[in-house]
C-alpha cells in the first residue's frame, strides 16, 4: 500500500499536521489516521496503531517520534527526518514568536507589577496552607 510520496511534499504534509495539531501527543492518532490511512492511503492502519503504541514507549516528543516512523516507512532515513522537522516546524516558530512578545512584556512596569502581586499572593497561599496543616 506504500505509495511513494516525494520529500517535499511529505514536509508539507507534516507541517500541516504540526500546524493544526493541539492537545498534545494523544492527538496525533486520528490526525495521522485520516491523513495517511483514509485521505492518501499510503500506510496502513495496523501500521499507524503499532507506530503509535512505540512512539509512546519512546522517550520524547509523541507526534515527532510517530512521524520518524511513518517517515522511515514511506521514504527511508530521510524521510524519517523530514517527517520530524516537519511536524515540529510550525510549533517551533510559534514559541520562538511568543518568547520574544514575553521578553518585551518582562520590561513592562505594569507586567511587573501584577506579577509582583501574583508572588505575593502565593506567598499568602502558601502561608495559609502551613496553618491548615
Same mark, same amino acid.
Given at each position: 500500500?506504500?505509495?511513494?510520496?516525494?520529500?517535499?511534499?511529505?514536509?508539507?504534509?507534516?507541517?500541516? !499536521? *504540526?500546524?493544526? %495539531?493541539? #492537545?498534545?501527543?494523544?492527538?496525533?492518532?486520528?490526525?495521522?489516521?485520516?491523513? @495517511? $490511512?483514509?485521505?492518501?492511503?499510503?500506510?496502513?492502519?495496523?501500521?499507524?496503531?503499532?507506530?503509535?503504541?512505540?512512539?509512546?514507549?519512546?522517550?520524547?516528543?509523541?507526534?515527532?517520534?510517530?512521524?520518524?516512523? !511513518? *517517515?522511515?516507512? %514511506?521514504? #527511508?532515513?530521510?524521510?524519517?527526518?523530514?517527517?520530524?522537522?516537519?511536524?515540529? @516546524? $510550525?510549533?517551533?516558530?510559534?514559541?520562538?514568536?511568543?518568547?520574544?512578545?514575553?521578553?518585551?512584556?518582562?520590561?513592562?512596569?505594569?507586567?511587573?507589577?501584577?506579577?509582583?502581586?501574583?508572588?505575593?499572593?502565593? !506567598?499568602?497561599?502558601?502561608?495559609?496552607?502551613?496553618?491548615?496543616?
Amino acid at each position: 500500500m506504500s505509495k511513494k510520496v516525494s520529500l517535499i511534499k511529505l514536509f508539507l504534509i507534516f507541517t500541516k !499536521i *504540526g500546524a493544526i %495539531l493541539l #492537545g498534545g501527543g494523544y492527538v496525533i492518532l486520528p490526525i495521522m489516521t485520516s491523513e @495517511f $490511512v483514509d485521505k492518501r492511503k499510503l500506510v496502513e492502519h495496523d501500521d499507524v496503531i503499532d507506530y503509535f503504541a512505540l512512539a509512546q514507549s519512546l522517550p520524547g516528543i509523541i507526534a515527532a517520534n510517530m512521524s520518524m516512523f !511513518i *517517515g522511515y516507512k %514511506l521514504r #527511508g532515513k530521510w524521510g524519517a527526518v523530514i517527517a520530524m522537522v516537519g511536524v515540529t @516546524f $510550525v510549533p517551533f516558530w510559534c514559541i520562538v514568536l511568543l518568547a520574544s512578545i514575553i521578553s518585551s512584556l518582562v520590561n513592562n512596569s505594569y507586567v511587573l507589577g501584577a506579577l509582583w502581586g501574583v508572588g505575593i499572593s502565593v !506567598i499568602a497561599l502558601i502561608m495559609l496552607t502551613v496553618r491548615e496543616m
